[in-house]
């Protein structure tokens, strides 16, 4: 009997009688269910995967054949198959194997973006390239779920698709039927008529793809006979696979909500521990609240209701909470057309996903003037899900918004004041980020300067801080141990960070240096912004901005990867001290390097 540490590549698996292969399948699974639940990570759609993954690598020749993953967070199973088996409890660890495919890891990885919708034009202009170069023996496979071809881009590139019958893609739809949620919209509701028998296949057909389906996605035996008649064809085809998500682990076949979409591991995703709400939980309980008194707001969700918080609003009120599928685009303009027609849109998104949809903020709500309010969850370092889901670009991106305005709450109580405020502006659109986890003890101000919390007034006109969003614990620990040092620092929080408010600037003049940290990329985030604003203002005053720098993070904690961008405590404080006097602080050289991080994850 094979081990599956001992599978060192898909050779090993096309080596075994399909009887062997069908063996593999409940072992796979009890390595997911022993592995994630310890490790946290996207268990449901890996379970749900099993058998396609094992069809996928013995049909096609992984690397020669390019096997893509739309989302890439069901591609456990893919890294079992491909010689990782032995390195799954790294799983989503700094140092360890990434929870989506990773060219680094591995060459059966070939795309790494965990945004949905992507994958089937990657397989469009890989598949084109083949074409020019005259490449004929390397199938291209792309894997994409039923809930990412909700998302707009995943139809542009079935036009391109569809449109060439000589250049063949390979397109395997896991139709599991859900998103987090069962999957919305009219698209769903054919395929779950191409489900039943006798359904007419036009619609792929109609767009110029061969449909071969519905197929049983965990029976090895009829989706390899489907995958190699697929390949047989030369032309663009859609195999629709129906599967289970979370199947053969009861716990997830039960769970109504997602079917352990995304589960918290035992050893690694441990609530912070000081028994503070969830950012997500503290939105959406005030959320739900102004539902009562404002009947023009409704809540919108790209396919992700629970994870943003939306679920109390949306039993409150069913009638004005809009599901739009993966379709971030779409739920942005539409939110416009809804601010049209009088009502006040609250768009909930992660932070990351925001970037796919600037142009519908840019010139559909801003420039329109909409009154749209965008909650951006899981904003800064988010950690353990990698490069492309950390929310480090919206405070630089939203910077270029006219007419935007931009809240940064530093804990509960001003996240609560932030969303009032923001749902009670009717000339324009507003957006609120905060980050992933805990939010910690509330911080409260000590006394406030034309609208700006002062959180500390420093005796002294050495240093101003100004604390960006959810760094207000780490800067009050900086100014704790620059103040030790005989240094005089100002704590203030603006919670509004856009447009920057005057009164900051009059602080800056007021002080020898002015240091800005913020939870997101440095590059044109909020401290450039309040740079800029005392540049205009002819202020001499040097303005040193902290925040992430402008390369992609690796996976690993949130408080390891903040220490690891500099916005520790220690490191802060260290290189203020070296800006102010040019010299090293001894005691700041040897405390040791801990991120202090009032907000984990
Ligand atoms: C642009 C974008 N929006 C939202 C998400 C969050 N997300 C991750 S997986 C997922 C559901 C994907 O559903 P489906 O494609 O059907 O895959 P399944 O999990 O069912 O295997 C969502 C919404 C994302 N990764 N990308
Ligand atoms: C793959 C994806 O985009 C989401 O499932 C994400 O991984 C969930 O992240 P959280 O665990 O922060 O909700
Ligand atoms: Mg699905």
Redesign the pocket.
């Known amino acids: 009997m094979l081990s599956l540490e001992s599978i060192q590549g898909p050779a090993d698996l096309r080596a075994l009688s399909p009887e062997q292969a069908g063996l593999l399948a409940p072992r796979i699974r009890q390595l997911l269910v022993d592995t994630v639940t310890r490790t946290g990570g ?1 268990l ?2 890996n379970l ?2 099993v058998e396609l993954s094992i069809a996928l690598h013995r049909v096609f020749e992984s690397p020669r054949d390019r096997i893509l993953w ?2 890439g ?2 591609a456990y199973v893919h890294k079992i198959l491909t010689g990782r088996a032995g390195a799954l409890a790294t799983l989503r660890q700094a140092g360890g194997l990434s929870g989506y495919p990773s060219r680094k890891e591995s060459e059966h990885d070939v795309i790494e973006n ?4 992507t994958v089937l034009s990657w397989a469009d202009g890989l598949a084109r390239a083949q074409g020019i170069q005259g490449v004929v023996d390397r199938a291209v496979v792309a894997v ?6 909700t ?1 707009g881009m995943a139809w542009e590139a079935l036009n391109n698709i569809g449109a060439a019958a000589d250049r063949p893609v390979i397109i395997v739809l ?1 139709d ?1 039927t ?3 949620a069962p ?1 919305i919209g009219a698209f769903a509701d054919h395929l779950a008529l191409l489900r039943g028998p006798g359904a007419p296949k036009a619609l792929f057909e109609s767009l110029g793809l061969a449909y071969l389906g519905p197929v049983d996605g965990h029976d090895i035996t009829s989706l390899e006979a489907a995958l190699r008649r697929a390949a047989g064809l030369g032309r663009p085809v859609l195999v629709h696979c129906v599967t289970e ?1 979370g199947r053969g682990h009861t716990p997830a076949e039960q769970d109504e909500m997602d079917r352990c ?1 995304a589960v918290r591991g035992r050893s690694t995703g441990k609530a912070s521990g000081d028994g503070s709400r969830s950012w997500t939980s503290v939105f959406g309980g005030e959320l739900a609240e102004l539902g009562a008194s404002r009947p023009d707001i409704v809540a919108i969700t ?3 209701l629970a994870p943003t918080g939306l679920g109390e609003f949306a039993r409150r009120y069913p009638d004005r909470t809009i599901d739009v599928g ?1 379709a ?1 685009q779409h739920a942005v303009t539409a939110a416009a057309g809804l601010a049209l027609g009088g009502m006040h849109p609250v768009v909930a998104l ?1 932070a990351t ?1 925001l970037n ?1 949809a600037f142009d519908q903020l840019l010139l559909d709500t801003a420039l329109h003037r909409a009154p749209v309010t965008f909650v951006l969850d899981r904003a800064g370092v988010t950690g353990d899900d990698g490069a492309s889901h950390n929310g480090m670009w919206d405070m630089s991106l939203l910077q270029l918004v006219p007419g935007l305005r931009l809240a940064a709450p530093r804990d509960a109580a001003t996240l609560r004041r932030a969303l009032r405020e923001a749902v009670a502006v009717h000339d324009g659109p507003t957006a609120v980020r905060f980050p992933k986890g805990s939010t910690g003890g509330d911080i409260p101000a000590v006394g406030t300067i034309a609208g700006i919390d002062v959180l500390r007034r420093g005796g002294g006109e050495d240093v101003l801080i100004v604390s960006l969003g959810a760094m207000a614990g780490t800067c009050l620990e900086v100014a704790d141990r620059l103040t030790r040092h005989g240094f005089g620092v100002t704590v203030v929080d603006p919670r509004w960070v856009k447009p920057v408010a005057p009164a900051l600037v009059e602080l800056g003049l007021n002080h020898r240096l002015v240091a800005t940290v913020e939870d997101n990329g440095r590059a044109g985030g909020a401290g450039s912004a309040i740079a800029q604003a005392l540049s205009d203002a002819g202020a001499a005053t040097p303005v040193r901005t902290f925040g992430i720098p402008q390369h992609f993070l690796e996976h690993g904690t949130r408080a390891d990867l903040l220490a690891g961008a500099g916005l520790s405590a220690q490191h802060l404080a260290r290189a203020l001290a070296e800006i102010l006097f040019g010299r090293e602080i001894e005691e700041l050289e040897h405390q040791p390097l801990v991120a202090v991080e009032q907000h984990s994850g």
């Open positions: 996207h449901g759609p749900g995967v739309d989302t967070h069901q965990s945004h949905a919708s994409i779920g039923d809930g990412a071809l998302g896991n599991n859900r998103s987090y999957t998500k979409h790209a396919a992700m993966i971030e992660y996903f796919r």
